[in-house]
């Protein structure tokens, strides 16, 4: 791992891949070392906020390098269950990009336990991974202007929601009603990174 400063309220560390950064993330969401007071992780980084009244960057970077990872670790923040209609524009792309069957890629899509690893792109939008790697396909050539909030979506070895409606270039294979990012909500993001979540296949009403 490379340890980098952000200040001195700020410690970056640039790891190797994902399942590292997800590994150090569940490592120092159990033992934390004192004077971090948040942790933001990326694809292939993970932010460490400092008190810097409690703590020093030096010493923090120091103790990170220490930590003992489990490989296969991640953090979990709670569990919820995504209701979802499958009748996203692009799902015969997908089954055709997969080799699957329509139905194929939905009982994939439900049938295993994602984990939010990161968010980005916009508020409350987590980026999911799972274990079944046939459904890792490509974005879209051409990104669409307007994605509906709801928007259930593929993207390499992602999988997300789309909280409000935005540009997008996801594979998009259903919809949810469920509310992703509510700033009347503590936290507003349904979707933290550690959540882990299930797809439930709904009837279109």
Same mark, same amino acid.
């Given at each position: ?69 489990? =490989?296969?670790?991640?953090?979990? $923040? %709670?569990? #919820?269950? @995504?209701?979802?209609?499958?009748? &996203?524009?692009?799902?015969? /792309? ?48 051409? =990104?669409?202007?307007?994605?509906? $909030? %709801?928007? #259930?979506? @593929?993207?390499?070895?992602?999988? &997300?929601?789309?909280?409000? /409606? ?40």
């Amino acid at each position: 791992m490379r340890c980098l400063p952000c200040g001195d309220v700020g410690l970056l560390v640039e790891l190797d891949d994902l399942p590292q950064v997800l590994a150090l993330h569940a490592a120092l969401e159990q033992a934390p070392p004192p004077g971090v007071i948040d942790l933001v992780p990326a694809a292939r980084t993970l932010l460490l906020q400092l008190d810097p009244a409690q703590t020093a960057v030096d010493a923090v970077a120091e103790q990170v390098r220490s930590v003992s990872v489990r =490989p296969g670790a991640a953090p979990v $923040a %709670g569990r #919820v269950e @995504l209701p979802v209609v499958y009748d &996203g524009s692009d799902l015969a /792309e997908v089954a055709e990009l997969t080799g699957l069957s329509t139905e194929e890629v939905v009982a994939a899509h439900t049938g295993q336990e994602w984990t939010v690893a990161f968010c980005g792109f916009s508020p409350g939008f987590g980026y999911l991974v799972g274990e079944d790697e046939r459904l890792h396909v490509p974005r879209r050539s051409t =990104p669409r202007t307007r994605v509906p $909030a %709801g928007a #259930v979506g @593929l993207a390499g070895e992602f999988g &997300g929601v789309y909280p409000r /409606e935005s540009p997008g270039g996801w594979q998009l294979i259903g919809r949810t009603d469920a509310t992703l990012w509510d700033v009347d909500r503590d936290p507003p993001a349904l979707l933290v990174p550690g959540t882990q979540v299930r797809f439930v296949r709904q009837d279109a009403s």
